[in-house]
């Protein structure tokens, strides 16, 4: 990327040499985001983000009248855009999912109106990693002829992912997700698909997506794409999910009171959710960063109240155990001794909040 903050940076729309140099830098980079999707380059529309992509996926193609169906644990960059189409005369259906994260296709297929335009779900989860049926939903979207676009920023690069295997009109992906710079992503449209464009001027990206291209952060986007297309070519998921199981089995072992939230779904190898009784999950999450280890919630705060996460309250657990569930997430650089130290920090914190917590009932965690 640095060349192109500095001695490379000429305007991508320009016809002088400077511009042509950057203008291929960009085309490589989207034939290496292509590859990674196995789409055409001219299917990929670079974005500042998952966020934006998907608010072009919902906004491109929605307007008021119609109808639209999502899931209740997408990603807010999906769920408050089908919030704000509700404000705007559109009608939601949000299908559930079970115990285990999992939203069934028959839902989806039971929800179809005759004025549904755009059906949006997730391929992974960000908080569990569950992994949806989305080659199901993509058949009964287009067995009804309608459009169906899926959130992919946390599975591009972590499980192989295939635009016509999993039949969608549009799909996602977000480059800081994969290794890849931040404020950069891509919107994968089908050919054919008809998307309105969100920013209007120039005509960027084939009249998809106006304004000067982000040429350091583009070109981020595609090395990322090349490097995660070569791990999943030599199976590196596969050598991230043995570390996964190693850190939720030394946990489950080790601390008592602990439960894997989405266990037993198919999950992306990267990604591990894991509720600790009796805990509050933002104490752990200070207490463990102030030993080095970074891990989070899915937690929102919202006017100064903890709000639960809704992808675990959809999941059915209770608002308490919600907020007592930490997301554990592994990237390539990390080591088996890695896991290890983060097993015995974590054992040694959770002792030490349950010691201190008034409410905690220790015996009913140590039967
Ligand atoms: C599933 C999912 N969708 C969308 C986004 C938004 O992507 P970005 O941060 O690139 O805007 C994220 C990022 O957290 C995500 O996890």
Known sequence: MRPYFSERFGNASSIHHHGQETRAAVERARESVAALIACKPSEVV????????????????????????????????VLNSCRHLQSIGCDVTYVPVNGRGLIDPDDVRRALRPNTKLITIMTANNETGVLQPVEGIGK?????DIYFHTDAAQATGKVPVDVKRIGCNMLSLSGHKMHGPQGIGALFVRKGARVQPMLWGG?????????????????????ASELAKIALERDQPAR????????????????????????????????SNILFDGIEGEALVIALDLKGLAVSTGAACSSGAIEPSHVLTAMGLAPDCARA???????????????????????????????????????????
């Open 46 to 77: 670079l974005t500042s983000g998952g966020t934006e992509a998907d608010n072009l996926a919902v906004f491109g193609v929605v307007q008021k009248g119609d109808h639209v169906i999502s899931s209740t644990v997408e990603h807010h960059a």
């Open 140 to 144: 009964i979207a287009a067995e009804a």
């Open 203 to 223: 005509s960027h990206e084939r009249s998809r997506r106006a304004g000067t291209e982000n040429v350091p952060g583009i070109v981020g986007l595609g090395r």
């Open 240 to 271: 991230m999910a043995e570390m996964r199981d190693q850190l939720e089995n030394r946990i489950l072992a080790d601390v008592k009171g602990t439960r894997v939230n989405g266990q037993g779904a198919p999950r992306v190898p990267n990604t």
């Open 325 to 367: 569930s930490i997301r554990f997430s592994l990237g390539k650089q990390n080591t088996n001794e890695d896991v290890e130290l983060a097993v015995s920090l974590i054992d040694q914190t959770v002792a030490r909040l349950r010691e201190l917590s008034p409410v905690y009932n220790k015996e009913a965690i140590s039967r």
